[in-house]
């Protein structure tokens, strides 16, 4: 039920440079956004597009067409003119006109049909570092707010930088740092596909180990869906849906795999128990997981083109999957205290024991952890870096984890390789006992 519902909240992702919107429905201030794009050198190229979603058949007397405002200001000019509280509609809508970049007429007769306005029309703001705001402004309050049946607007504006890039500046390098992971997936999985192979035939699996690699092929497909998504966006500003999506849904699985990895075995899946069925709190934990990831998920991709937002996880989004990640941290020191509880009655002398769950908590805690302090540590950062830092960053503690915890399930020295079993689990004491020094 969780996945039909995020598989719908995804369809409302409009993440481009291309940006096409059915229902432009002006709020009290007269303002409808459009969409953003970063430009280093304040260089843009724009093609805009308008029409009506249905031919309006009773205009009022006298209003023969629609006048409106195409504008384009830079964010810092826009904040400053949105946080005034004591300035009424109108003279917001007119200082949002007098401090815009660019300002392009648009006067919308009453039927439907294309009209192109702009067409491949360069805008340059002094070779400066411009955050573009894209809105349409109704300064004259003609259209929804007057006339709640007025249709909608549709727009398909196209923008791209100087070098007919689709990519927003804080999405540049993104493509290619995709491309350099694919290489050292290839390389990873070529210098171990023995090792892997050899451990998918064993009779006896260590299942761990499998599920550590499953998670790596899966981050693995995520990387090369969304590399083929990014060419395609690249040449187009829209990308492809489907692969897009495929490729979220499958970075969530990866995250869950990991996520009920880490907190099984902490529970003493392994070695205390020989399977999942028999951790006593498996149901609700793997519940809580599964909603964890979902929310998670749901919240990334909803109204990504938020006008506040700066990353995936900016604002409302960040603070809610954080407060999750809390939580999954404490599911993570509970069972840690319970297994340590239960080491310390059956034998505790067992130092090795311990320090294998210590170590594995701490891995589960930077996995954890890691989200809300990248999350933090960006708010110092300039905006138009934080995309591609949260990107970088979240890839790269993800993988560093899985290949974290294959050598702690591979090690030959450690006690998950002396205790581990999948037969029997361990009832009133450890199956060997430490061998002695």
Same mark, same amino acid.
């Given at each position: #039920?969780?996945?039909?519902?995020?598989?719908?909240?995804?369809?409302?992702?409009?993440?481009?440079?291309?940006?096409?919107?059915?229902?432009? +429905?002006?709020?009290?201030?007269?303002?409808?956004?459009?969409?953003?794009?970063?430009?280093? /050198?304040?260089?843009?190229?724009?093609?805009?597009?308008?029409?009506?979603?249905?031919?309006?058949?009773?205009?009022? %007397?006298?209003?023969?067409?629609?006048?409106? @405002?195409?504008?384009?200001?830079?964010?810092?000019?826009?904040?400053?003119?949105?946080?005034?509280?004591?300035? /009424?509609?109108?003279?917001?809508?007119?200082?949002?006109?007098?401090?815009?970049?660019?300002?392009?007429?648009?006067?919308?007769?009453?039927?439907?049909?294309?009209?192109?306005?702009?067409?491949?029309?360069?805008?340059? @703001?002094?070779? /400066?570092?411009?955050?573009?705001?894209?809105?349409?402004? *109704?300064?004259?309050?003609?259209?929804?707010?007057?006339?709640?049946?007025?249709?909608?607007?549709?727009?398909? !504006?196209?923008?791209?930088?100087?070098?007919?890039?689709?990519?927003?500046?804080?999405?540049?390098?993104?493509?290619?740092?995709?491309?350099?992971?694919?290489?050292?997936?290839?390389?990873?999985?070529?210098?171990?596909?023995? !090792?892997?192979?050899?451990?998918?035939?064993?009779?006896?699996? @260590?299942? +761990?180990?499998?599920?550590?690699?499953?998670? !790596?092929?899966?981050?693995?497909?995520?990387?090369?869906?969304?590399?083929?998504?990014?060419?395609?966006?690249?040449? @187009?500003?829209?990308?492809?849906?489907?692969?897009?999506?495929?490729?979220? =849904?499958?970075?969530?699985?990866?995250?869950?795999?990991?996520?009920?990895?880490?907190?099984?075995?902490?529970?003493?899946?392994?070695?205390?128990?020989?399977?999942?069925?028999?951790?006593?709190?498996?149901?609700?934990?793997?519940?809580? =997981?599964?909603?964890?990831?979902?929310?998670?998920?749901? !919240?990334?991709?909803?109204?990504?083109?938020?006008?506040?937002?700066? +990353? *995936?996880?900016?604002?409302?989004?960040?603070?809610?999957?954080?407060?999750?990640?809390?939580?999954?941290?404490?599911?993570?020191?509970?069972?840690?205290?319970?297994? #340590?509880? %239960?080491?310390?009655?059956?034998?505790?002398?067992?130092?090795?024991?311990?320090?294998?769950?210590? /170590?594995?908590?701490?891995?589960?805690?930077?996995?954890?952890?890691?989200?809300?302090?990248?999350?933090?540590?960006?708010?110092?950062?300039?905006?138009?870096?934080?995309?591609?830092?949260?990107?970088?960053?979240?890839?790269?503690?993800?993988?560093?984890?899985?290949?974290?915890?294959?050598?702690?399930?591979?090690?030959?020295?450690?006690?998950?390789?002396?205790?581990? #079993?999948? =037969?029997?689990?361990?009832?009133?004491?450890?199956?060997?006992?430490?061998?002695?020094?």
């Amino acid at each position: #039920m969780n996945y039909f519902f995020l598989l719908f909240l995804l369809i409302l992702r409009t993440k481009s440079s291309r940006f096409i919107e059915e229902k432009h +429905h002006f709020d009290k201030e007269a303002i409808s956004f459009i969409g953003k794009f970063f430009s280093i /050198n304040g260089k843009i190229t724009l093609t805009l597009d308008i029409d009506l979603q249905y031919t309006y058949l009773n205009p009022p %007397k006298g209003l023969k067409y629609l006048d409106l @405002n195409f504008i384009m200001i830079d964010y810092e000019y826009y904040n400053v003119i949105v946080e005034k509280k004591d300035i /009424n509609s109108v003279e917001r809508c007119r200082r949002m006109l007098h401090n815009s970049i660019y300002i392009k007429e648009i006067d919308i007769i009453f039927e439907k049909k294309k009209r192109i306005f702009l067409h491949k029309k360069e805008i340059h @703001n002094n070779d /400066n570092p411009t955050l573009w705001y894209f809105l349409l402004l *109704d300064c004259n309050f003609h259209t929804h707010h007057l006339f709640p049946d007025f249709p909608f607007i549709i727009t398909d !504006l196209t923008v791209t930088d100087d070098t007919s890039s689709h990519f927003s500046y804080e999405e540049k390098f993104i493509l290619q740092f995709f491309s350099i992971l694919i290489l050292i997936f290839i390389v990873i999985f070529g210098i171990n596909f023995k !090792l892997i192979s050899k451990e998918f035939r064993r009779e006896e699996s @260590n299942y +761990h180990i499998l599920l550590c690699y499953i998670c !790596l092929l899966i981050k693995f497909l995520y990387i090369c869906l969304q590399t083929i998504h990014l060419n395609i966006y690249n040449n @187009n500003g829209l990308g492809s849906w489907t692969l897009d999506i495929t490729s979220i =849904v499958l970075w969530s699985v990866s995250q869950y795999f990991l996520a009920s990895l880490i907190l099984f075995t902490i529970a003493g899946w392994g070695i205390f128990y020989r399977s999942i069925l028999q951790y006593d709190y498996l149901y609700p934990t793997t519940i809580i =997981v599964f909603l964890i990831q979902s929310v998670s998920l749901v !919240l990334t991709e909803y109204n990504e083109n938020s006008i506040d937002k700066f +990353h *995936d996880f900016d604002g409302r989004t960040g603070s809610v999957i954080t407060i999750s990640k809390f939580f999954f941290l404490v599911l993570i020191l509970f069972s840690l205290n319970k297994i #340590m509880t %239960k080491i310390e009655k059956q034998n505790s002398s067992n130092k090795k024991l311990k320090d294998f769950y210590l /170590n594995l908590a701490i891995i589960g805690i930077l996995y954890t952890m890691s989200f809300p302090i990248l999350c933090f540590m960006v708010n110092y950062i300039d905006y138009f870096y934080r995309h591609k830092i949260i990107i970088f960053s979240d890839i790269i503690m993800q993988v560093l984890c899985v290949i974290a915890l294959l050598r702690m399930f591979g090690s030959k020295t450690n006690a998950f390789s002396e205790y581990s #079993m999948y =037969v029997d689990p361990l009832t009133t004491e450890c199956p060997r006992k430490e061998k002695s020094k």
